[in-house]
């Protein structure tokens, strides 16, 4: 996709979670920074911020190990996890209402491709589908 196309998917995207986040009143969110082709939602994740939502990021701890849920203050230093994705220094545990899951692509039956190892995809089989 050319830039200018993926700047516009985004905030396509980003105007659709922002709804979604005040008709269902999501208040702690799991986010994710854009890695690869991923949608860039950082000025959507700003603006939850602004609205006094707490969020959080992914944290990939080893190669087998399940995700890690970390808090992610707006002012606290990100550091490389295990992936090299930037992750909170601290990792505050974190108990998210809503996840926005990164992806590449979604399919027709609503099927996420996904653009690293398998780590979002071994965790979305054990969500309870009410969940997703």
């Known amino acids: ?9 985004s905030a396509a995207i980003s105007e659709r979670l922002a709804q979604l986040a005040l008709e269902r009143g999501w208040r702690r969110i799991l ?15 700003q603006r939850w911020r602004r609205l006094d939502c707490q969020l959080g990021l992914p944290v990939v701890q ?10 992610w203050p707006e002012t606290e230093a990100l550091r490389p996890d295990a ?18 899951v990164p992806c ?13 190892k398998g780590f979002y995809d071994r965790f979305l089989q054990e969500c309870n589908p009410s969940t997703l």
Request: aromatic content about 10%.
């Open 83 to 100: 992936l090299g994705l930037p992750a909170p220094l601290s990792l505050q545990e974190f108990a998210p209402d809503c996840w926005v």
């Open 31 to 45: 986010v994710f920074l854009p890695w690869r082709a991923e949608p860039d939602l950082r000025p959507l994740w």
């Open 62 to 71: 080893g190669p087998q190990a399940e995700l890690f849920f970390a808090a």
């Open 1 to 9: 996709m050319d830039p200018s196309r993926h700047q516009q998917a």
């Open 104 to 116: 590449v692509a979604v399919d027709q039956a609503g099927h996420r491709l996904g653009a690293g």
